[in-house]
């Protein structure tokens, strides 16, 4: 099906595919915020084995949420932050 996003196989947390799941299902939300879920579910994933691509992936996210409503702010930003602390966790 055009423009689906499948679900991870291997996801980091369950919290993540619920997040995910949840944006998916959600049709009042953007594509933005749907890709923005994604890459933080991308970097959680790969934190473990490679924390600087982690980082960057991060970064993408953050750019791309620094563009969104607020209203889609607010949903997104618990998961960002706590990515955030464990990129600081790591390098720190």
Do not use: H, W
């Not at 600087?52 to 563009?67: G, L, P, Q």
């Amino acid at each position: 099906m055009k423009g689906r996003l499948k679900v991870k196989e291997y996801p980091d947390t369950i919290r993540d595919i619920e997040n995910l799941s949840s944006a998916i299902l959600n049709k009042n939300k953007s594509r933005e915020s749907i890709a923005c879920f994604r890459l933080i579910s991308d970097a959680s994933r790969i934190i473990r084995d490679n924390p600087k691509k982690s980082a960057a992936v991060y970064m993408e996210a953050r750019n791309m949420y620094m563009k969104l409503p607020y209203f889609e702010k607010k949903e997104i930003y618990s998961e960002l932050f706590s990515l955030y602390q464990r990129l600081e966790e790591k390098n720190g």
